[in-house]
């Protein structure tokens, strides 16, 4: 089966990549993503700064899914930019997430990134971590700021990782204002901001940060992965390709981001919690789910989801 795909005019030899935040801060998690079976190599989102993160714990896999709150750890941009090159050699496109602390930050950032060439740029607009900032995301005037001033400092395609939008009225206004900035790809989406686990034996929350307020992801955020990547393919048709992130954990997951519109899937809980063998196993699996369909591309699925 044909698992190739194509986002903003980049080839990708499997629709299946890991999520930033997924096995991909250090040289070596990036180099084994470059031997596994993902379909590209994404970055953790980078800051200015190399950054340890917050206190641990602060990440919880349970049955629902996972909660974080890493707090941005990474090597710091420089780092990446110079292992960049080395990634390339790999044969898959590399994607590098471009985050930051302040407005300006991404604009920095992105043009230094810009010229080690990575084949994508995905700008993380929806770090729902960081104590006392708040998602840039949610202030679509801040987004467009964020946009207008990282687009001229870049050659490559610009993406932006959204957070969940979870009213119409939302997605109306961000197409609308995505639509001005010059935008190449999405990613929806980010983890579920600020929700809560509790472990009623201990009586505690999970994980230590921010009183236990972390991102959620994984098996029950994909209604709301879905809702997002439905809404915006619905928005812009097909001039806009969407990578599809939440809940995927088997082939049909993938299946159904296809079906709502998407181009590619990234996984993020599945990765940490099972290892780099889960990109065979959901390859294998969707392979068989689009050939009992008599699909033979995610081309021929994508965006037939049928409304009733
Ligand atoms: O590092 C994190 O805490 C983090 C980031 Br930058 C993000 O974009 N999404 C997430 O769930 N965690």
Redesign the pocket.
């Known amino acids: 089966m044909n698992l190739s795909t194509t986002i903003a005019g980049v080839t990708f030899p499997s629709c299946f990549m890991n999520a ?2 997924a096995l991909c801060v250090t040289r070596e998690e990036l180099e084994a993503l470059g031997r596994s079976a993902a379909g590209a190599i994404v970055t ?2 980078m800051t200015i700064e190399a950054r340890h ?2 206190p641990e714990p ?1 990440y919880y896999g349970f049955s629902g899914g996972s909660i ?6 990474n090597l710091g941009y420089r780092a990446y930019a110079e292992l960049i090159p080395q990634l390339k050699r790999f044969g898959k496109p590399v994607i590098a997430s471009v ?1 930051g602390l302040t407005e300006d930050d991404f604009p920095t950032i992105a043009e230094l990134i810009n010229v080690a060439q990575p084949d994508l740029i995905e700008v ?1 607009l ?5 104590p006392g900032k708040p998602q840039i995301g949610y202030d679509p005037d801040a987004s467009e700021r964020v946009l207008k001033k990282v687009r001229p400092k870049i050659t490559v395609p610009m993406g932006v ?1 959204l957070p969940p939008y979870f009213d119409p009225a939302h997605h109306q206004v961000m197409g609308t204002m995505l639509g001005r900035c010059g935008v190449d790809f999405l990613n929806l989406i ?2 579920v ?1 600020n929700g809560l686990v509790v472990d009623p034996e201990r009586e505690t929350v999970v994980i230590k940060p921010k009183g236990g307020f ?2 959620l ?1 994984g098996r029950l955020i994909k209604p709301v992965a879905l809702a997002n990547v439905r809404a915006f393919y619905k928005f812009f048709g097909e001039r806009m390709p969407i990578i599809g992130t939440g809940g995927v954990i088997d082939g049909g997951d993938a299946f159904e981001h296809f079906l709502c519109g998407a181009s590619a899937v990234q996984v993020g809980t599945v990765l940490v919690e099972e290892g780099l063998d889960a990109f065979q196993r959901l390859e294998a699996e969707l392979g068989a789910v689009l050939h009992r369909k008599g699909y033979r591309s995610i081309q021929d699925c994508r965006g037939r989801l049928k409304e009733l």
Do not use: D, H, V
């Not at 974080?68 to 750890?73: D, I, K, R, T, V």
């Not at 929806?126 to 960081?130: F, G, L, Q, T, Y």
């Open positions: 930033a935040g953790k989102s993160g917050n602060r974080n709150s890493m707090g941005l750890p985050a993380n929806s770090c729902p971590n960081i990782k980010n983890s901001g972390g991102g992801g």
